[in-house]
């Protein structure tokens, strides 16, 4: 009993020590890991790896010594992606699937293959997304709707794929890719995907609840990246405390193996926005959408 108290508090000191470095060096924190190849033996399936954080999320863990399982719709994308990677890190096994995931069928297929493929699923994260919502009330609900449903029921689905495969090996790590916008409703275009990844949060929060409550061995990530420059914002002019895609993509990998619960990335300035945001006159959040 003395023992796995003394166990648990060391456990519990040391996670609290990895996620404090994370967040203020993720690069350093990285070099470490890189070090140790944390995830030799080890697959992490990422949803939307053709680009942006996906891409990059994917070429950072292969650098951890991962294998990879990686989908999205642009097949060639992911060939190239596959290709490089295999002549970068040969010891690792990497797998691609074109997986549109507004086909939610398909999203459980193409997840039980690859866990059938590997044989264990140790990460999944949920990435995939898109970010063209519109005013609302300005005759684009199209658009909203194919926002809300790619970013919030597909994810949904591929939650419920993931934790199916996790359940029945009792072990597993779900990450989901929200965004600072899920803090506080924000006006323009980013009403409907706001609510999307809020709703996203909330879900992830919500199957939290249920691994405390179940005493599974199953751990919850959510992630709020603030502005990163990818394809989603091509066109975009220059926003708020925005970082490149490598910049941005370091600091989620350093969060996701922190195995933090929640991480504004980069913390610096997002956690402290991320709370301004939480208590501000929505006049005053409005000036960082
Ligand atoms: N960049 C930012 O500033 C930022 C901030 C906060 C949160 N995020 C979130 O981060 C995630 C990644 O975005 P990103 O910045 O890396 O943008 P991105 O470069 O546009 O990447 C989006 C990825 O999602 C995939 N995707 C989109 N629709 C899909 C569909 N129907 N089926 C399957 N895959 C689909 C795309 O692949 P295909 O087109 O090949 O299918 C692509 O790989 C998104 O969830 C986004 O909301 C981004």
């Not at 929060?205 to 409550?213: H, S, Y």
């Amino acid at each position: 009993m003395k023992n796995t108290l003394i166990n648990l508090i060391t456990k519990s000191a040391k996670q609290s020590k990895d996620q404090l470095f994370s967040a203020i060096q993720p690069a350093r924190y990285l070099q470490g890991l890189n070090k140790q190849q944390v995830g030799r033996g080890k697959t992490v399936l990422i949803t939307g790896a053709s680009s942006g954080l996906g891409e990059g999320m994917a070429r950072l863990f292969a650098k951890l010594g991962y294998n990879l399982a990686i989908c999205a719709r642009r097949a060639e994308r992911l060939e190239r992606l596959q290709i490089e990677l295999m002549a970068e890190y040969p010891d690792i096994r990497i797998e691609y699937r074109v997986l549109d995931v507004s086909d939610y069928d398909s999203i459980f297929e193409v997840f039980n293959t690859f866990a059938a493929d590997f044989g264990h699923i140790d990460r999944v994260v949920v990435n995939a997304g898109i970010g063209d919502s519109r005013r609302i009330g300005k005759g684009r609900f199209d658009t909203n709707r194919r926002t809300v449903e790619i970013n919030f029921i597909s994810a949904l689905a591929q939650c419920e794929a993931a934790m199916t495969i996790f359940r029945a090996q009792n072990s597993g790590h779900l990450v989901v890719i929200s965004s600072m916008s899920a803090m506080r409703g924000l006006p323009k275009h980013l009403t409907a995907y706001g609510a999307s990844k809020a709703g996203l949060a909330h879900l992830a929060e919500g199957i939290r609840a249920d691994m405390l409550l179940t005493k599974l061995p199953i751990q919850v990530s959510t992630i709020y990246p603030g502005y990163v420059r990818t394809e989603i914002n091509t066109n975009a002019k220059p926003l708020p405390f925005e970082v490149d895609a490598e910049t941005g993509t370091k600091a989620i990998v350093a969060a996701i193996e922190a195995k933090v619960n929640e991480a504004c990335v980069p913390s610096l300035p997002w956690s402290l926005v991320g709370q301004a945001m939480k208590h501000l006159p929505l006049q005053v959040v409005n000036k960082v959408s």
